[in-house]
């Protein structure tokens, strides 16, 4: 069964400064990722996915993630935050981005938190 | 297009109250999904409908029960509500066609059981 884990609950950084958001899965098959963020009192926002071709991802707002096949990782990252990128974020993993049947499972969210 | 939507915004119940969540999507997506998000535990799927006439069960079904009503609404019910599902709930719906993947959220139900 496929998984995902982010390991940090909160991440903090200066504005300005670069970020990650780190993301880790299992899969056993081609992995189907993506990155969802929340703002407070308010549902899902989709950012970006990955389902094949360039390893850089690029996004909404800025953001990009990297697809990394031998780490199993796919972390976020933005090279200059920004406060209002405040927020948290989930990380997901779909298991076959062919049949409607297949399940999104989301990881526990990393609470992003930039400071002026 | 509306989008994802959900009934009600916000819910107090009793323990033993039972109630039914409702979602309804006008962008004729096959998918359906039902979440709930607690404080570190980030979203877990409790059921998800692959299309019209079939429901599966997710990470955590146990205390609810769905139905896919029509390809538009797949609603999510409580028989006897208990302090534990105090959660935030959120429907989806998503496509999958020709590897492309389009996935929207409802603005969420949060309910209280006291």
Same mark, same amino acid.
């Given at each position: 069964?496929?998984?995902?884990?982010?390991?940090?609950?909160?991440?903090?950084?200066?504005?300005?400064?670069?970020?990650?958001?780190?993301?880790?899965?299992?899969?056993?098959?081609?992995?189907?990722?993506?990155?969802?963020?929340?703002?407070?009192?308010?549902?899902?926002?989709?950012?970006?996915?990955?389902?094949?071709?360039?390893? %850089? /991802?690029?996004? @909404?707002?800025g953001?990009?993630?990297?697809?990394?096949? $031998?780490?199993? *990782?796919?972390?976020? &990252?933005?090279?200059?935050? %920004? /406060?209002?990128? @405040?927020?948290?974020?989930?990380?997901?993993?779909?298991? $076959?981005?062919? *049949?409607?049947?297949? &399940?999104?499972?989301?990881?526990?969210?990393?609470?992003?938190?930039?400071?002026? | 297009?509306a989008?994802?939507?959900?009934?009600?915004?916000?819910?107090?119940?009793?323990?033993?109250?039972?109630?039914?969540?409702?979602?309804?999507?006008?962008?004729?997506?096959?998918?359906?999904?039902?979440?709930?998000?607690?404080?570190?535990?980030?979203?877990?799927?409790?059921?998800?409908?692959?299309?019209?006439?079939?429901?599966?069960?997710?990470?955590?079904?146990?205390?609810y029960?769905?139905?896919?009503?029509?390809?538009?609404?797949?609603?999510?019910?409580?028989?006897?509500?208990?302090?534990?599902?105090?959660?935030?709930?959120?429907?989806?719906?998503?496509?999958?066609?020709?590897?492309?993947?389009?996935?929207?959220?409802?603005?969420?139900?949060?309910?209280?059981?006291?």
């Amino acid at each position: 069964a496929q998984s995902v884990a982010q390991p940090e609950d909160q991440v903090n950084v200066a504005e300005g400064n670069p970020l990650t958001v780190k993301c880790t899965y299992s899969v056993s098959g081609n992995p189907y990722l993506f990155w969802y963020v929340q703002y407070p009192n308010r549902g899902l926002q989709f950012l970006l996915k990955y389902i094949t071709g360039d390893n %850089l /991802v690029k996004g @909404s707002y800025g953001f990009e993630a990297e697809f990394n096949k $031998s780490q199993t *990782s796919f972390h976020l &990252k933005k090279p200059s935050a %920004l /406060v209002s990128d @405040s927020a948290l974020y989930f990380c997901a993993v779909r298991d $076959s981005i062919y *049949s409607s049947a297949s &399940k999104i499972i989301f990881g526990s969210g990393t609470r992003l938190s930039i400071r002026p | 297009n509306a989008g994802v939507t959900q009934t009600p915004k916000f819910q107090v119940l009793k323990t033993g109250q039972s109630m039914t969540l409702q979602c309804a999507q006008d962008m004729n997506h096959n998918s359906m999904y039902w979440y709930r998000q607690d404080p570190g535990m980030g979203l877990r799927l409790i059921y998800y409908s692959a299309s019209e006439g079939t429901t599966d069960k997710g990470e955590v079904p146990n205390g609810y029960n769905v139905s896919r009503l029509n390809k538009r609404e797949f609603s999510l019910r409580l028989e006897s509500a208990a302090p534990s599902q105090t959660s935030v709930y959120f429907c989806a719906s998503s496509e999958i066609q020709e590897r492309r993947e389009t996935q929207y959220f409802g603005p969420g139900t949060r309910l209280l059981v006291l």
